[in-house]
């Protein structure tokens, strides 16, 4: 058995907080491509979004705007370049959304209860 020392629990302590910082810091750059503010419509130009992807509390969050308000996205994810999430809008319809991030542009699909369209964005600089 080690016995702790004071010296020994600082340097445990120390330890614990570097690989913190480092988990914050690789999560952080995990969603570099993804965070700011973006611009989208869909392909045919009639309808725009802006999508605002950031953290908090080192979790990635959304928010969505279009015609319809504002609304927080639901079940966000971002993996291999690949950013899902749905959104309720203001008469209770539930659109979901997914697109492939890569270079400041997206490009993928929406879906709700009437059907599918494609969408396109750039982040804003």
């Known amino acids: 058995m080690i ?7 600082a340097v445990l302590l120390a330890a614990l907080f570097v690989i913190t910082l480092t988990t914050a810091a690789d999560q952080a750059k995990k969603w570099d491509g993804l965070l700011g503010i973006w611009d989208v419509k869909t392909e045919d130009g009639a309808r725009e979004f802006v999508f605002e992807f950031t953290l908090k509390d080192d979790k ?3 928010k969505f705007s279009g015609a319809s308000g ?5 079940n966000l994810t971002f993996e291999n370049n690949t950013v899902k999430f749905s959104v309720t809008v203001g008469n209770g319809m539930v659109i979901d959304f997914s ?3 890569a270079e ?16 396109t964005g750039t982040r804003r600089k």
């Open 3 to 9: 016995a702790h020392t004071p010296r020994l629990t």
């Open 60 to 62: 990635l969050a959304g």
């Open 70 to 74: 504002t609304s927080e996205m639901a």
């Open 99 to 101: 697109a492939i991030v």
């Open 104 to 119: 400041d542009k997206l490009s993928g699909m929406l879906s709700l209860q009437y059907g599918e369209a494609g969408i």
